[in-house]
């Protein structure tokens, strides 16, 4: 069974920056496409960015577009995502995800346990 493992969360302050790490194991991490999610208190899970396993695509939710920056690295299998400029409102527990596409269906295949965020001063 595959296994996501998410670290560099932690507290920053507003404006800061922090950049936290999804580790892969078990499985062919660059035959996935990889997404980072986040969760707000009482809040629904929010598509942050995604990377995909070929063609070096990526994605961003217009909420974080041109502060967050998704990479990812085969050779170490892992994925990262920077964070610049950072809001209170990005508070969350981030949360790493494998998937595949079937045609036009998405996958969720893998999840990361997750990691908390927290911006404030």
Known sequence: QGQLVESGGGL???????????????????????????????????????????????SYADSVKGRFTISRDNAKNTVFLQMSSLKPEDTAVYLCNAGLWRGSNWFDVYWGQGTQVTVSS
């Open 12 to 58: 920053v302050e507003p404006g800061g920056s922090l950049r936290v790490s999804c580790t892969a194991s078990r499985f062919t991490f660059s035959n996935y496409d990889m997404r980072w999610y986040r969760q707000a208190p009482g809040k629904g899970r929010e598509l942050v960015a995604g990377f995909s396993s070929a063609g070096g695509r990526t």
